[in-house]
Structure formats: C-alpha cells, structure tokens
C-alpha cells in the first residue's frame, strides 16, 4: 500500500512539474481512496524547508471525491471481495489484506495521519444505500469520524455501481455533477488563498536573522490612516480581551506605559506564528539565540511579568491557538480576530466589535474620502445603502476620494455595484482586499453545506430569518403540505428538492443542521439571536451572493425560498 501511494506521489509531482499551483479535484474508488490517503499524509508530513514538490501537492488540492471507500476497514469474512476488487487496478501481491481489517493498526495509523492533513482540504464522502451481497459492510464503513470538511452523501446504488451511472437523468448523477460544479467553480479562489498562506509560511521558514545577538522585537503594526474611535467599545478592551483589527493596535499604543513588554505575533498562519514567538525571546539576548517558541510561552509562564502577548490575524478556524498561550496570571493576552471559536478561549472576555454605528461609518467614509460635507444627508444614505460594514465604506470613501463626488456615489454604485466592490484599494489601510474578493476568500473556504444554506439566506429577507422555516421544510419534504397530501411534486420541483436535500439531508437532523450554521457563524457571515431561533444575514453579503451566481442559479435559488 505504501509503494503505490508513494509511486502515486511522485508520478503527481512529475506530471505537474510545470503546473505545480494548479487545482486538483481528486475522484477515488475503493481501495484507491485509501491509496491517496496515504499519498497525501506523504505530502502533510514534508517540512516546509523542503523541496516542496509534495506540498504543493496537498496545497492545490481543493477537495476530494471518495466512493465506497472503506476507510475503517472491513470485516475478516470480506477479505475476499476486497482483494479481488483490488486486483483490477493493481498487483496485490504485496498488500496486506491484514492491514484492511476492521480497526486495524495500520488503518488506524493511516486515519490518524490523514486526519491532520485533511484540514487543508474538503472530502466527499459517497456511500450506497443498497447493500451487495458480501459487501454491506465495507459501504458501511466508508465514513470517516471527526473530519471538520467532510460531507456525507447516500447515493441509490449499491456498492458496485457508485461509479457506474448509466444516464444524465440519473438521481445520482445530478447529485455528483452538483457536488464537482460547485467545486470545480471554486477552485481557482480557494486554491489560491491556500497559495497565498503557503508562501507566507515559506518565507517565514526562511526568515533568519544574521546576528542574534542584534534581533530587535517584532514591531507593532501601524494604526490605520483611516482609524475611527469607537468609543463604546475601547473601555471595554481594559478589562476584557478580543477586539479587532486596528482597534487593538490603538488600544496597546494608549496604554503601553502599563506594560514592562508588548509582545506582537501574527497568526495569520501556524508557521508565522511560531516564528514571530521564537523571535520574542531571541531578541532577549545572545544566551537565546538557540531557543524556540515553545521556550517564550515558557519563559512568559516563568520568568516574566506584566507584559502583553498582542496575537494579531487569527483569523483561521484550523489554528489552535492553545499551545501558544501562557498559562501565567502575571500578563495579558490581546486577540484580534474574526474567528468566533477564540471566544471559547476566555468566554468571559470577548468584546464583539460588530458593524459600526451611524455617526462612526460617515466619519470613516469622510476620513477616507477626506471630505467635509455641509449636511450629512447623502453620507448616511450611503452607509446604509453598504451596511455599515467597515471595508465596504472604505472602498467608497476611496471612490470619492479620487471623484470628489459625493453626492453620485450611489447612483454610481448602484449601477455598476459588481466592478465598485472588486476594485483593489489604493489607500494605507487595514483592509487589503476589496469587499467581493474578501467575500470570495471566506465563502468559498466554507464547506459545500454552509455555503448552500447561505445562498438560500440570501433570497430571504435579512434579518430575523427562523430556523422552524429550515425545520418545517425538511420534516415536509420540502413541498407545501397541500401538494404532500394529495400529489407528489409536480417532476419541475424535483431538481429544487434535490438541492435543498444535498444541503438538509433527506430528514430534519438538528445537530447537522447546527453544525452548518456554526460554521457559518464562525465565518461571521450570520449573527444568530441570543435564544438561538433566528438569523441574520448581512445585506451586502446577500448581494454579492446574488452577484456571483448568475441569472440562471439567482433564478434557482430564488423559487427554492
């Protein structure tokens, strides 16, 4: 099993020697997606001051395909069938059926392995729903436990024929076609932003000082041009920790006088964050000119006292910070993030920054555009119009900023709404990213349901959409109880039906149902109400998804709501 996976491994590499950042989509049958497991633990277990060419490998892969694969083995009776499955692909002469047990060791080393390196990607996982004789159990088996991206779909035939589809009006071939569309549409942005991540780690991997004994500390970064106090939240901040974005940064530049040491990392990715660790300590002295970011956490929990460790960006669902925070009473931790999941490291010391206020929005868009308008008439039109939210008023100020027109603005916007928000930004600020491709690098890292229950929001109205409308819906098959009772649903309904039951499942599952809306609350794309019963989606969001669908799926969605 190891020799093909690594024959697999070097056969990929060569084959994209010239294309190393394309995406890949991988399909996989059987024990062939067991193979690929192997083949991209390979990949996760390069270092990344190696050559790279497996990294790249598991950096382009965007998502993978597994049919009937049996990831947790399969029962001693079945051995059989496996291997005379297996000899169609391969000589089977050197695997061991052993190692395909049920819980076997080597599965179970495999899936630990794997685990790690599959939260880079998103996995498919097809299994069928009728049994073959001799075969149940290894359909059965093909799920794996505890993968964060990965989705599970019954398809109707049974094991042999997963891959065997006959015609385009097969049931199961629209699921699949559904699932690899959506996918492959999204490849390009998703890959992309995992590229961007990766050379960052690259570079922070290479990053090492000429002399140790002259590190100078980590800088903080500078505060925003465009900075706007937010006076309803900066009390906040001296007794509870978690803010964002510039925020922080003026925070700390305030009050640094009450610390012996400030203590900058940024986590946009786990190899930056360590670096930046290391180098805290580092520019203590020569004597640490050999210590690791392991040695500053210790150092902070020991040695020292009121100091603040500033973790700034982090921002990634993937990155644990728990490792990288002291323990000791003697400091403070500040983190800027976007990632509602750190409220769980101090839940008792989130401060939710939230959209701005009225007054704050038209003084960014009159800073950033620096314009001093008589009345404030139009510039409250046009916060609303974007929502109050920060990056999109930013990008309008700096449209007025090179116009000097205020007052067409939103006529402008609303004309050419698509071309305004993907336009870069060309003013020193926070934000480096225009709205829409924020937006792309966000949505498109969200597993396939998240994003479909979000596409579906946006055809509701914004505020207070019920999660009994999500419930109803799937306990009634997703048709009016009229038609339930007295028709089936007419044959242009079924192809609607079919994409809400690839995101809700044929039957309601409230944990599923909730493990799709925290990912989406985590993404902050919803805020959820405090009991829990409503959601709220952000209208701008609503329009960029409406934007990047299309005529033809806007319509789609559109007859679904």
């Known amino acids: 099993m190891h020799r093909h996976a690594n024959e697999l491994a070097k056969a990929l590499s060569r084959r994209r020697k010239d294309v190393p950042r394309r995406p890949i989509i991988f399909v996989a049958y059987d024990l062939g997606g067991i193979i690929l497991k192997w083949t991209l633990a390979m990949c996760h277990k390069q270092d990344v001051e190696s050559k790279y060419d497996l990294r790249s490998i598991l950096t382009s892969t965007q998502v993978i395909l597994f049919f009937g694969t049996p990831h947790a083995g399969s029962h001693i009776t079945l051995l059989d069938a496996v291997g005379r499955l297996a000899s169609i692909y391969m000589d089977t002469a050197d695997i061991a059926l052993e190692d395909l047990l049920s819980h076997s060791y080597?599965?179970?080393?495999?899936?630990?392995?794997y685990t790690e390196a599959s939260a880079r990607f998103n996995s498919i996982i097809f299994y069928g729903e009728d049994s073959t004789t001799g075969l149940k159990a290894l359909c059965d088996s093909g799920v794996?436990?505890?993968?964060?991206?990965?989705?599970?779909?019954?398809?109707?035939?049974?094991?042999?024929?997963?891959?065997?589809?006959?015609?385009?009006?097969?049931?199961?071939?629209?699921?699949?076609?559904?699932?690899l569309s959506n996918y492959f549409n999204n490849a390009l942005v998703a890959v992309k932003k995992k590229w961007n991540e990766e050379d960052h780690s690259r570079s922070a991997a290479k990053v090492e000082p000429a002399s140790e004994d002259i590190m100078l500390p980590k800088p903080l970064p500078p505060v925003s041009r465009s900075y706007i106090e937010r006076r309803h939240i900066q009390p906040l901040i001296t007794e509870k920790l978690l803010p964002s974005g510039s925020l922080a940064t003026n925070w700390i530049q305030e009050h640094e006088n009450r610390f012996n040491r400030v203590i900058f990392v940024d986590a946009s990715n786990q190899d930056q964050l360590e670096v930046d660790l290391q180098r805290s300590i580092r520019c203590l002295g020569p004597e640490y000119s050999r210590v690791t970011w392991k040695d500053a956490v210790a150092y902070l929990d020991g040695k020292e006292k009121e100091w603040l460790l500033f973790i700034d960006n982090a921002d990634s669902p993937e990155l644990d910070l728990r490792p990288y925070l002291p323990n000791s009473t003697h400091g403070a931790v500040l983190i800027a993030t976007r990632n509602g999941q750190c409220v769980n490291y101090a839940p008792d010391g989130a401060v939710p920054v939230g959209d701005l206020e009225e007054n704050e929005a038209m003084d960014l868009l009159h800073t950033t555009a620096n314009v001093s308008p008589t009345s404030d008439t139009e510039?409250?039109?046009?916060?609303?119009?974007?929502?109050?939210?920060?990056?999109?008023i930013t990008q309008a100020g700096v449209y007025i900023r090179k116009t000097w027109r205020i007052d067409t603005y939103l006529k402008t916007f609303r004309r050419h709404r698509g071309r305004l928000l993907r336009e870069q930004l060309d003013i020193g600020s926070e934000y480096t990213s225009p709205t829409y491709t924020a937006f792309d690098l966000s949505f498109h890292q969200l597993p396939e349901k998240p994003q479909g229950f979000l596409k579906l929001c946006a055809f509701l109205d914004h505020s207070l959409i019920p999660t009994m409308l999500f419930k109803r819906s799937t306990t009634s098959g997703f048709t009016t109880y009229t038609v339930l009772e007295n028709h089936s649903p007419p044959e242009s309904d079924k192809n609607y039906i079919l994409t809400l039951r690839n995101i809700f499942g044929g039957t309601w599952d409230e944990v599923e149902f909730q493990d799709i809306v925290d990912s989406a609350s985590k993404a902050s794309f919803i805020d959820v109400s405090m009991d829990g019963l409503f959601y709220t989606v952000h209208p701008l969001l609503q329009i960029y998804i409406k934007d990047s669908l299309g005529e033809a799926a806007n319509e789609h969605y559109c007859r679904q709501c």
């Not at 080597?106 to 392995?113: A, D, Y």
């Not at 993968?147 to 699921?175: F, Q, S």
């Not at 510039?379 to 999109?392: F, N, Q, T």
């Open 144 to 179: 794996i436990i505890g993968n964060r991206k990965e989705t599970l779909i019954a398809l109707h035939g049974d094991h042999r024929n997963l891959v065997r589809l006959t015609a385009k009006a097969n049931g199961d071939y629209e699921t699949i076609l559904h699932h």
């Open 106 to 113: 080597e599965l179970e080393k495999l899936q630990s392995r």
């Open 379 to 392: 510039s409250l039109e046009i916060v609303r119009e974007l929502g109050m939210l920060a990056l999109s």
